[in-house]
């Protein structure tokens, strides 16, 4: 389907992906395994969401990216370090001016999973979002790698951290928590990784906001976090297992999906996690296609985890992930949703997987 030169990739992506809800379920009832609860559901009551901006309608959502990140650095670093991103100010215009890219081609909000540890700044966030008009959703929680002094807290401390971040604000400000962020990677789930999900499962039942986590899906640890959120009694719904399109085990990714998860189809470029491969993006469309296939589609959600700037990895190698994906966070507009249209998806489900999905998320349905 080709698009008019005159015609805006945004344009081009309402027209296409704007469909109604009522389509969205006649698709879903049409797939080779349909689910009752994708073709009956009633429509969903708006609920609201905690954006870098402020409280929002979640019906604001609009075409939302799942896991993705402004900047991860680590804590305290654009105090000690700013130069080596190019400066602060420098940084925040690059960040805009990317987004701004990023929303004339279809993109209105992503949730920056960017906890403290990996070097959130929510003032930094704020101004981007705002200069930009795409709307954040930030993260307390955390990542896989504590320092001490979070090592040492108690699964209540924790759960005390991330109520206040939702309830009170962020780094001193009244900047709230939209989502809890948890991590855990290969390997057998750390004790600090096992308090985290258990006060990352209290948190949300405390304050009914929702969890995405990172997960290591080529062991399917994802059942290994699920299985700690059912201890807490977590509702299924409230929870997006991410990084989840790295496998091609389809058992596992249906099991997730049947247990009612949501799955974080991102890092949607591909690429290898010794020793083990990841998918490759064609893989990751097919995974996809089969969710959806399978009567699925509602439990999907997509991203790219694309950091604009970071200071995680070695230099030469962000230059080397910028020659794979030099299309960074427009990824999921530029190659994604062509790609699962090129492999029969249909509008309908690309909406529901886009724009539905993330509002129901948010909503808690």
């Known amino acids: 389907m080709a698009i008019d030169s005159q015609v805006s990739r945004r344009d081009f992506l309402a027209a296409a992906v704007g469909t109604t809800v009522a389509a969205t379920a006649a698709a879903t009832a049409g797939s080779a395994a349909p689910s009752p609860k994708s073709s009956a559901r ?3 009551k708006s609920g609201t ?3 870098v901006l402020g409280p929002m309608s979640t019906d604001k959502l609009g075409f939302h990216q799942s896991h993705e990140h402004v900047c991860c650095t680590s804590d305290g670093f654009w105090l000690y370090w700013p130069e080596l991103m190019g400066g602060r100010e420098a940084f925040i215009q690059t960040a805009v001016e990317k987004l701004k890219i990023a929303k004339a081609e279809g993109l209105d909000s992503f949730a920056d999973l960017t906890t403290i540890d990996l070097g959130r700044d929510i003032r930094l966030l704020e101004e981007v979002s705002r200069k930009s008009g795409v709307h954040i959703v930030a993260a307390t929680g955390h990542w896989v790698e504590p320092a001490r002094c979070m090592d040492v807290r108690s699964i209540e401390e924790l759960t005390d951290y ?33 308090k985290l999900l258990h006060a990352a499962g209290r948190a949300c039942k405390a304050t009914r906001t929702p969890i995405s986590t990172h997960s290591f899906a080529l062991e399917r640890n994802g059942e290994k976090q699920a299985e700690i959120f059912e201890q807490e009694q977590v509702n299924p719904s409230k929870v997006c297992i991410g990084h989840s399109a790295d496998t091609t085990d389809m058992s596992y990714l249906l099991g997730l999906a049947r247990r009612g998860y949501y799955l974080g189809m991102d890092r949607l470029k591909g690429g290898a996690d ?27 959600m997509v991203g790219t985890d694309y950091a604009i700037g970071s200071a995680q990895v070695p230099t030469p190698d962000l230059r080397a992930r910028d020659t794979l ?25 690309i909406r529901m997987i886009t724009v539905e999905n993330p509002k129901r998320f948010f909503d808690g349905a």
Request: with cysteine.
């Open 49 to 51: 969401v905690q954006t």
């Open 274 to 300: 010794p020793p083990k491969p990841r998918a490759s993006f064609r893989e990751k469309l097919a995974s996809i296609k089969g969710l959806v296939d399978n009567g699925f589609g509602d439990r999907i």
């Open 162 to 194: 991330f109520v206040r971040e939702i309830q009170v604000g962020m780094e001193g400000t009244n900047i709230k928590a939209g989502v809890i962020k948890a991590a855990n990677d290969s390997g057998p789930i750390t004790s600090f990784g096992e």
């Open 42 to 44: 009633a429509p969903q």
């Open 325 to 349: 994906n030099p299309d960074g966070i427009h990824f999921v507009c530029r190659q994604v949703i062509p790609g699962l249209r090129s492999i029969g998806v249909s509008e309908a489900a």
